[in-house]
Structure formats: structure tokens, C-alpha cells
């Protein structure tokens, strides 16, 4: 690939305002994340919400909640 075709694909006209929204919904989302996959924040990791999907219907819940990651 050359850089004009690298330069065409990466280029952006969306400004600061998509980058300040783009970074909160991101910082959001992987907060979101850790409390599912790892326990932080509060969250009951892997295992508590494999319980959860368990409860709900979802069998097998830890499989069902290690593949929804």
C-alpha cells in the first residue's frame, strides 16, 4: 500500500468534538467491560456474570458470558 492510498483511508475532517466523544464513549465502554470480564469497579467478573446469563437462560452461562466479551 502507498501513502497516498494510506493517507486517503486515514484521513478525517470529523474535528475535536467526534475525538471528545469518541474517547468518553471508549473510556465508558472499557470500564463497562472490566466490571464484567474482571471483577473491577464493583463488577462481578467472568464468573458472576456467567451466573447471571445462567440464571436468565442462557446455558452454558460461564461459555455464554466468556463469548458476549
Do not use: C
Not at 501513502?3 to 484521513?11: A, E, N, R, W
Amino acid at each position: 500500500m502507498n501513502k497516498q492510498t494510506l493517507h486517503k483511508i486515514l484521513k478525517s475532517d470529523a474535528g475535536l468534538a467526534a475525538l471528545a466523544l469518541r474517547v468518553t464513549i471508549g473510556i465508558i465502554l472499557a470500564a463497562h467491560g472490566s466490571q464484567k470480564l474482571f471483577g473491577w469497579f464493583g463488577g462481578y467478573g467472568l464468573e458472576g456474570t456467567g451466573q447471571w446469563m445462567a440464571s436468565i437462560g442462557l446455558e452454558p452461562g460461564y461459555l455464554m458470558a466468556s463469548i458476549g466479551r
